[in-house]
């Protein structure tokens, strides 16, 4: 039975604000993907070839990876965060009610990149200010509960998608998506209130990267092995049902990856705030190399995987707790260990070369697969991830 204090301890951190951040990223989130899950059949519509989805993908991705080092490095002007946050999420959500206007997948990628753009430049900012709303001894539950309601809300975006396509034309389900999108920019205009701005003097963008600790540079090295290692989940899919198809079929075994991935988000959504509150208690790198030996597991039981339903599940499960892991302490770390004058910058650098390590390790696995096995490219994920984890140790132990 909880005692006096406890009342005062949550709302200690689990303020308005707090709330706002998590209720703007589910809304975000459900927007853009119940607009992502019915993209793909807008680009067959158009009479596109599957590399234009790639395409797509690849030019958004990229313009993501540079808002984000540009996200970070304006977030260090605490005058400039609000705006820029509720810019980001408001331009996101409009982006992808143009795709019901799109003649052509050219169209797709102007918006898409326009959207993502604003969603990197976003991420950044919003993390510092959520590093600066809540007392240090509590960063670890409010980054756990963002977590937690930014992948509810990856949840339902495809039920959304689901819901809208049977009763709603095709084009018609973007521009229903551009209302939870909307209302995230609301949610954060209203509901966030960042304490007042501290004079901080401007710093040149590569001044500031610079000026980043020698020890959170060694992180981001760690950072960057293990994400060079860890793919997207979409490789998970295809692996599930390729394994699952000859047995029961393709649709059968499409319903069921595809059953195995929601319960991989339930579980991510479900374990992040446990995690961050540990975080608050335990050391979050040691706790991250974890996580890190949970991302080494997942590539060997995806490159040694079987068809046993069971075995997939402990795939996919063993998948969902390494991004509980990943996401709700990589933040956490930048909040504990980087000066708050930097912080912006800090994020934005972490964002960043999270991008470029999904970018180098989705390809590197795609091709791999393609060249050699599904075992072979698994197994070089785990190379990749369990070297990621071996220096983050390392480095663990430097920084203490």
């Avoid at 927007?31 to 059949?41: D, I, Y």
């Avoid at 990943?326 to 004058?341: F, H, M, Q, S, W």
């Avoid at 470029?356 to 060249?371: E, K, P, Q, R, Y």
Wanted: aromatic share 8%; glycine share 12%; hydrophobic share 55%.
């Amino acid at each position: 039975m909880g005692g006096p204090g406890t009342p005062r301890r949550a709302a200690r951190w689990l303020t308005t604000s707090v709330v706002g951040f998590g209720l703007a990223s589910f809304l975000s989130d459900a927007g853009h993907e119940a607009a992502t899950s019915v993209l793909p059949a807008l680009v067959a519509l158009l009479g596109s070839a599957p590399a234009a989805l790639g395409i797509i993908e690849g030019v958004s991705d990229g313009m993501a990876t540079v808002a984000k080092l540009l996200g970070g490095w304006w977030a260090d002007r605490p005058r400039l965060r609000k705006p820029l946050a509720v810019g980001g999420y408001f331009v996101t959500g409009v982006s992808v009610g143009i795709f019901a206007l799109a003649s052509s997948w050219l169209h797709i990628v102007a918006a898409r990149s326009i959207g993502w753009f604003a969603r990197g430049v976003r991420g950044p900012v919003r993390d510092a200010m959520l590093a600066d709303a809540v007392p240090a001894e509590a960063v670890g539950r409010a980054f756990g509960f963002h977590r937690a309601m930014d992948t509810a809300g990856a949840v339902v975006g495809p039920l959304l998608a689901l819901a809208l396509v049977a009763v709603v034309p095709l084009r018609q389900v973007f521009l229903w998506a551009v209302v939870p999108g909307v209302l995230a920019s609301v949610a954060f205009a209203v509901l966030v209130r960042p304490p007042a701005p501290r004079p901080v003097p401007a710093r040149p963008f590569g001044a500031s990267l610079r000026s980043l600790p020698a020890a959170y540079r060694r992180y981001l090295a760690a950072v960057f092995l293990f994400g060079a290692g860890d793919f997207a989940r979409t490789l998970l899919i295809l692996r599930a049902t390729q394994l699952l198809a000859p047995i029961g079929g393709m649709p059968k075994a499409m319903a069921t990856a595809l059953a195995l991935y929601a319960g991989h988000n339930i579980l991510c959504a479900s374990a992040s705030y446990p995690i961050g509150r540990l975080a608050d208690r335990a050391s979050p790198r040691a706790l991250l190399v974890v996580g890190y030996s949970l991302g080494t597991a997942t590539a060997v039981l995806a490159a040694a995987a079987t068809p046993s339903l069971w075995a997939l599940v402990a795939l996919f499960a063993c998948a969902g707790l390494t991004v509980a892991f990943e996401d709700t302490l990589e933040g956490t770390i930048v909040a504990r260990e980087v000066p708050a004058e930097v912080r912006g910058t800090a994020y934005g650098a972490l964002a960043a070369t999270n991008g470029v390590g999904d970018l180098v390790s989705s390809s590197l696995v795609g091709i791999l697969w393609a060249a050699t096995g599904a075992g072979v490219a698994f197994g070089a994920a785990a190379a990749l991830c369990l070297a990621g984890t071996i220096v983050l140790a390392t480095a663990r132990r430097r920084a203490r």
